[in-house]
C-alpha cells in the first residue's frame, strides 16, 4: 500500500510557472512507476506525464511536451511536476497516481493508488 499526497498548486499567471510534488509514505516511491493527471469540471481525467521505476523513461501528452518535466526524487520519496510557460488551458485539478510494476501507461485505469489531487489556477 501506498498514500500518495500533492501539494504545489496555486495561482499564476500566464507565463509563469510551478512545481508540483507528490509525496509517497508507505512503501518507498521507487516501487512504483508515477504518472501525472488532471482534470476539469465535466471533462474527463486526462494524462499528463508519467515516470517509470528507475527514472529512466518519461512520457508526456503533447500539449505538454517541452514545458513540463516529471522527475522523481526516491530518497525523498517524491515525484515532482516542474511546469513552465503555463497557460490559461492548464487549468484543472492535477493527481498524482502510481501503479505496481515498471511499464508506464497513459490510461489512467492502470494505476492503482491516487492522491486527492491540487488544483492549478492559471489566469490569462
Known amino acids: 500500500q501506498v498514500q500518495l499526497e500533492e501539494s504545489g498548486g496555486g495561482l499564476v499567471q500566464a507565463g509563469g510557472f510551478l512545481r508540483l510534488s507528490c509525496t509517497a509514505s508507505g512503501r518507498t516511491s521507487g516501487t512504483y512507476a508515477m504518472g501525472w493527471f488532471r482534470q476539469v469540471p465535466g471533462k474527463e481525467r486526462e494524462f499528463v506525464a508519467a515516470?517509470?521505476?528507475?527514472?529512466?523513461?518519461?512520457d508526456y501528452t503533447d500539449s505538454v511536451k517541452g514545458r513540463f518535466t516529471i522527475y522523481r526524487e526516491d530518497a525523498d520519496n517524491t515525484v515532482y511536476l516542474q511546469m513552465t510557460s503555463l497557460k490559461p488551458e492548464d487549468t484543472a485539478v492535477y493527481y498524482c497516481?502510481?501503479?505496481?510494476?515498471?511499464?508506464?501507461?497513459?490510461?489512467?485505469?492502470?494505476?492503482?493508488?491516487w492522491g486527492q489531487g491540487t488544483q492549478v489556477t492559471v489566469s490569462s
Open positions: 497516481a502510481a501503479r505496481n510494476g515498471g511499464p508506464i501507461y497513459t490510461a489512467d485505469v492502470m494505476y492503482d493508488y
Open positions: 515516470i517509470t521505476r528507475s527514472g529512466g523513461s518519461t
